[in-house]
């Protein structure tokens, strides 16, 4: 058998937490941080921050994520890595191989921590 071979990771493009109180936490991110909103949903929002983005995510926004926190009441929801979209299939395969895929474009870290990819 082959061994799979990674595909270079080119960015950490968002760090995704989940609010216990995502209202407070939105304001929080924007008036008193002052961070711009690139993106927002009715319970998601997404700020610049440089070329990365802080992602804040309403528990009903990524079940998968929350699920994750276990008891938490907040948290890391997931990262998200950029990679070249050509490297999409050879990236799920070195991961499906080391059996780190969880569902969908989701993955998981040794430790069951939640992230997938943004194609370039």
Known sequence: MTKKTMPKIRSLDA??????????????YKE?????VIEEYRDAVFFAIGKQKLAIFAKSHHPEGTERL????????????????????????????AKAHVSGR?????????FHFNFK
């Open 106 to 114: 989701d993955f998981e870290d040794a430790d069951g921590n939640l």
């Open 70 to 97: 276990g008891k938490a009441k907040h948290g890391i929801s997931h990262l998200e890595f950029g990679i070249d979209k050509t490297d999409e299939k050879a990236a799920a395969d070195t991961l499906k191989a």
């Open 15 to 28: 760090v995704i937490l989940i609010a216990d109180d995502f209202a407070k936490q939105r304001q929080f």
């Open 32 to 36: 008193t941080m002052g961070l711009e």
